[in-house]
Structure formats: structure tokens, C-alpha cells
Antibody
């Protein structure tokens, strides 16, 4: 069945980098837009970034633009999020999610990973 | 950026009662691109409602969505114990694909 498995989270000092991975199974990344969403401790959901199904379009939240980079490797069917110049306010659980649209209607994120925690602290 | 404002922040209700959650957008949102999610503690969010009013696969019919333009509503007709959770609306009209801040439905 469809699964998304994140990894790569951890504790990192401010200004350092991390690379998150999201391994997809039972479907091809080439057929879906893929997103990253984060949730700070005790807070709500914050949309972070998207890569389109063909990889040609990438968009970011203003809070991460210029610091985070979304990418994918279709041969490994894996989504990535490179987190550079990390700040304490980037501390959150990071989720990858599969986006589905049908006949011009946004169905939404039908599958989510379990989340990988990132803590930015000195 | 489209800002989604959810109200109330917290809804205290008893099992069996009706819950009405609001999501108001800062500009018009096509019903085709308004979605609702449920998040239980310690879990990833779960897709509830797509296209403002269509239940996702496996979602019971006590959940319904309605609305248009800038005002959308999620209704839970008879709260079951498993429905006590946080609910988020999200728009897919344009990037950034913003979420509302969430409404927590708690047991009274």
C-alpha cells in the first residue's frame, strides 16, 4: 500500500544544515505533486514547500524561501528537503504529503508520512 | 497570500452533540480548492473533506462540509469519542497553500 517514510531529522545548532528524506512506496513521485508541511511543538500546521509532479515547479513559504530547497530523485522515488541556515523557529515535526487532484478539483493530501522531528538549538 | 481564519479556537462539547467549525478566507476561495483535515494527538493529519463538501474515502457521513466564497463550515452532526481532535482547513488556490490555525474540539 501507499507509504511515505521520512527520515533525517535530529538536533542541530543554529546556522547548520539538515537534509530530510521521504521515501515513497506503491506509487510514483512522477505522478503527484509532493509537499512538505511542518508543525512546531504545540502549534498548528504550516505549509512549507511543493514540487510539481513533473518537477518543473517549486514553491516555498516565505518563512523558508532562500534557506530550504525541495527536490526529488525519481529513480529512488524519494523526496528531499534541504534545510540550510537553520533557526530556532524552524524547530518542528516535518511531514511529507502526497497531493491529489482530480478533474480540476484539489482532493488534498491523501497520504502523509509519520513525520520527522527537527530541533534547532545551541 | 490567502489567510484562513478558523473559529472558534476551541469548542467544548459532549459526545453526541453537534459541532460547527468555521473557516473564513481573506479572499474568495473556489470550493474546488478548500480542504479540511483532522489531526488526533500524536498522529499525522487525516484528509476529511475535499472540494469544500466531498467526504474523503472512509470518512463517516456525520462529517459534512459546506460554504463558498470566503466562508466555509465543517459540521460534525453527532460527536463520537474519536472525533475529539484538532481540525484544519487549507486552500489550494495559490501558493503559499495556507492552513487555518486550527479548531480544537475538546470534551466538555
Amino acid at each position: 500500500q501507499v507509504q511515505l517514510l521520512e527520515s533525517g531529522g535530529g538536533v542541530v545548532q543554529p546556522g547548520r544544515s539538515l537534509r530530510l528524506s521521504c521515501a515513497a512506496s506503491a506509487f510514483s513521485l512522477s505522478r503527484h505533486g509532493m509537499h512538505w508541511v511542518r508543525q512546531a511543538p504545540g502549534k498548528g500546521l504550516e505549509w512549507v514547500a511543493v514540487v510539481s509532479n513533473d518537477g518543473s515547479i517549486k514553491n516555498y513559504a516565505d518563512s523558508v524561501k532562500g534557506r530550504f530547497t525541495i527536490s526529488r530523485d525519481t529513480t529512488r522515488n524519494t523526496l528531499f528537503l534541504q534545510l540550510d541556515s537553520l533557526r530556532p523557529e524552524d524547530t518542528a515535526v516535518y511531514y511529507c504529503a502526497r497531493f491529489v487532484a482530480e478533474a480540476g478539483i484539489s482532493i488534498g493530501f491523501d497520504y502523509w508520512g509519520q513525520g520527522t522531528p527537527v530541533t534547532v538549538s545551541s | 497570500e490567502i489567510v484562513l481564519t478558523q473559529s472558534p479556537g476551541t469548542l467544548s462539547l459532549s459526545p453526541g452533540e453537534r459541532a460547527t467549525l468555521s473557516c473564513r478566507a481573506s479572499q474568495s476561495v473556489s470550493t474546488s480548492h478548500l480542504v479540511w483535515y483532522q489531526q488526533r494527538p500524536g498522529q499525522a493529519p487525516r484528509l476529511l473533506i475535499s472540494g469544500a463538501s466531498s467526504r474523503a474515502t472512509g470518512i463517516p457521513d456525520r462529517f459534512s462540509g459546506s460554504g463558498s466564497g470566503t466562508d466555509f463550515t465543517l459540521t460534525i452532526t453527532r460527536l463520537e469519542p474519536e472525533d475529539f481532535a484538532v481540525y484544519y482547513c487549507q486552500q489550494y488556490v495559490s501558493s503559499p497553500y495556507t492552513f487555518g490555525q486550527g479548531t480544537k474540539v475538546e470534551i466538555k
